[in-house]
């Protein structure tokens, strides 16, 4: 039960014992080898762009992924230590059934988007970073915007409707969180995240990783997506900043403050040293330092969620998943609710094919845009 609790909250699914899944799509026959190599952004969205945003201490610069030039935008929110790469697969499959636009955007601290205060992940200030990206896209008149958010960028993209950051709102998916389960979870994450290895000999290795653990089941989608979530250390063996941003965090233990620290700071230096040596990619964020805002994130949820005025999809890889709250305003009637089992947390990627299906079959029914000539739903 507490793995399953752990799906709902970051972006990822614990590490699964023996190595490969049982899905189909797992199975190989003997002798063949399977292929991790990358896959580049630009087989799945048409243009990317850097894209700079004014604030109090200067600007931001967003890193957004585009496809499609007319219809409704599809803006669109990774989770927890991902990117928008995670869309990607995703993105050909949905242009190819409904007329529409997607913008999908690295958040801040996340990707290869560089923001002047990375350590801010507060929910207000990750949705206030959306209603300033749209405002500098489109002007005073953007054109009509759904949102749709995975995980900790579905609770972003909560935040943001509620805030009223997007004054052209059409709708909002938010795809496997839910609050009850993601706030029971919150208290046996550390763990998780410690369990998860550091570093990577490559990136295909990266990649091999997270297709065996079942943190992303559909291998064609890791081989683009992968490449977001981890980074190549390239700075020497002797320079800080390499120990920093490697260990900084991730070596944490539930013990009395003072011995934390203390200990801490040694297994830090020693993890550092042996890292730098034999490895070459580490993660881009590291989540445990985020412990702060989780809170924020997800707490009262359920009911922001509910009183967005617009039509409402939730996307979810388990029944078991609804809270108290989300039961019952799903028997009132109050949003669209779709399972799609057999998924891991990453319900996007997993089955990009059955996420599109369920988001363009909903975006019709309320007249959002239309089915593409030719295609048969």
Partial sequence: MEKQLHLNLLASRPPMAGGFQSSSKMKMGPGRKRDFSPLPWSQYFETMEDVEVENENGKDIFRIYCSGSHGPVLLLLHGGGHSALSWAVFTAVICSRIDCRVVAMDLRAHGDTKVKNPEDLSADTMAKDIGKMVEVLYGENPPPIMIIGHSMGGAIAVHTATANHIPSLLGLCVIDVVEGTAMDALNSMQNFLRSRPKTFKS??????????????????????????????????????????????????????????????????????????????????????????????????????????????????????????????????????MQVLPQCGHAVHEDAPEKVADALATFMVRHKFTEFKEGYLC
């Fill in 203 to 336: 990136l295909e290795n990266a990649i091999e990783w997270s297709v065996k653990s079942g943190q992303i089941r559909n291998i064609e989608s890791a081989r683009v997506s992968m490449g977001g979530q981890v980074k190549k250390c390239e700075e020497s063996t002797s320079s800080p900043g390499v120990s920093n941003s490697i260990g900084e965090g991730i070596i944490e233990e539930e013990e009395d403050e003072e011995v934390e620290e203390e200990s801490n700071k040694k297994r830090m230096k020693e993890d550092d040293q042996e890292m730098t040596k034999e490895s070459i990619f580490t993660w881009r964020v590291q989540l445990s330092k985020t412990e702060k805002y989780w809170d924020g994130w997800f707490r009262g949820l359920s009911a922001l969620f509910l009183t967005c005025p617009v039509p409402k999809l939730l996307l979810l890889a388990g029944v078991d998943r609804l809270d108290k709250d989300l039961t019952i305003g799903q028997m009132q009637g109050k949003f669209q």
